[in-house]
């Protein structure tokens, strides 16, 4: 079964980063609920898979 992609609106994603010491920033709990899953959920994920996300995503996990 695939999940069907849903478009979210670009203002509901601005309204979810922050500027913090000149760099753009998401909250992973932000980005979790965009995704519709838990943060554990999202974290264990970038942990298993984190050669397929941007080098900038998640950089703790690297």
């Known amino acids: 079964m695939s999940k ?3 478009k979210i609106p670009d ?3 601005a309204r979810r980063i922050f ?3 000149g760099e ?3 909250l992973d709990s ?3 609920q965009l995704y519709g899953v838990e943060t554990k959920v999202l974290k264990q994920q970038v942990k298993r898979n984190i050669q397929s996300f941007p080098e900038d995503f998640m ?3 690297r």
Do not use: H, K, T, Y
């Open 24 to 26: 753009n920033v998401m």
């Open 19 to 21: 500027s913090i010491r």
């Open 59 to 61: 950089p703790a996990f």
């Open 4 to 6: 069907a992609l849903v």
């Open 30 to 32: 932000d980005l979790a």
């Open 11 to 13: 203002e509901m994603v």
